[in-house]
């Protein structure tokens, strides 16, 4: 009979990881980590929920996140206007202040999970997608803002991924910013005579952004316009520099890129990407830059900060085109049997097994043929089915069955084992 509900489907632009896609998940995940800790980020986790005002406040009320991209509701229970995170850096900079992280030290943190934007759904762009989550707070730099560049070019080379470059652009402090703006506003105005429609809306509010047009009769216009570069007073020169000659002394080559702006409010100085021509459109795999601000405009004791994000989805793209999708086996041993005394005899046997750091399937399921568990053991993936039923029960001893030959050495294809060595037997040999 079947059920009258209508089936339920993921949510569009959410995507179900399944068992044979784990694999890569937890590799990269694990990889992550190891990498993470040698350079000392310890892992920091928040709520997936903020109040709202946290993002508005941090991200900017005039940015395409807070604008049109947040799952925000009232939470009817008690009337709070909440947010699904849509970035990790404002929850990780509110608990720096709730806690009181820096009062006597900076700290370097990391978080790993799932984000979302409501965003249209393409190729490496999702609305649950998942973050690396990378801050150095407290830290001032230059030094710093290199060595977060440089760790992500140690991660790229421990994934063997050389498709993936570095851009790199200072945004100074926000009185040279308001300075270049001004100065943008007015080289505008001045061609107001060519600019279209839309360059004409958003002269005044987001004059930045008239500059990214495709319109080729604008392009002469956005050339000249003048670079922000220009209004750098001498520290934020200097910070670059201490940065970009860091960068020299690892062998890291950038582009320095006086257009990348990123979409986050919250940056000064420092901004990075790293981008890869093997992704189609959404080819940002990592983005980041310097936060001084964030933390006073919280509501925390004014303390510098840098960070970046990677997209996880987009990196796993990237790492399956170079190394192949990781399918994991299911278990090291599979246990077929035959009857019901054989059935409990193999689930202890299983028990030892797992005491001995094996990973083991008992074959479940009612009165499988053998056949049809040889052929369930074959797709686990295992290296050795354990056979048991009536006759080896007699005899206190299993059959093996070698499905894969470990490497390098040469096994008989079926054997005999007595039970009570058959755990040392397996341990040595596996
Ligand atoms: P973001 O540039 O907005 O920065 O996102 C970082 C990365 O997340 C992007 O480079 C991209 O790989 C991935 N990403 C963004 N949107 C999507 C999407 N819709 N689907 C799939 N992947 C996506 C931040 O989030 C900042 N909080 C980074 C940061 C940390 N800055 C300082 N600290």
Known sequence: MTSSFKKVRALTGMKDVLPDGGASWENLEATVREWLASYGYRTMRTPVLEQTR?????????????????????????????????????????????????????HRVYAMGPVFRH????????????????????????????????????????????DIRLELNSLGQADERAAHRAALIEHLEKHRSILDEEAQRRMHTNPLRVLDTKNPAMQ????????????????????????????????ISYTLNPRLVRGLDYYNLTVFEWVTDRLGAQGTVCGGGRYDGLIELLGGKSAPAIGFAIGIERLLDLCSQVAGETVRPECDVYMVHQGEPAQRRAALLAEALRDAGLRVIVHAGPGSSFKAQFKRADASGARVAVILGDDELASASASIKWLREPAGEEQPQQETIRLDSLVTELKNRV
Request: overall charge negative; proline content about 3%; charged content about 30%.
């Open 54 to 106: 946290l993002f508005t406040r941090g991200i900017g009320e005039v940015t395409d996140i807070v604008e049109k991209e947040m799952y925000s509701f009232t939470d009817a229970l008690n009337d709070e206007q909440l947010t699904m995170r849509p970035e990790f850096t404002a929850g990780m900079v509110r608990a720096t202040i709730e806690h009181n992280l820096l009062y006597d030290r900076a």
């Open 220 to 251: 002469e216009m956005a050339n000249n316009a003048p670079k922000l570069f220009d209004f750098l007073g001498e520290q934020s020169r200097a910070h670059f520099e201490g940065v970009c000659e860091r960068l020299r002394d690892a062998g």
């Open 119 to 162: 965003e249209k759904p393409q190729r490496g762009r999702y609305r649950q997608f998942h973050q690396i989550d990378v801050e150095a707070l407290g830290f001032a730099g230059p030094d710093i803002d290199a060595e977060l560049i440089v760790m992500l070019a140690r991660l790229w080379k421990i994934l063997g991924l050389t």
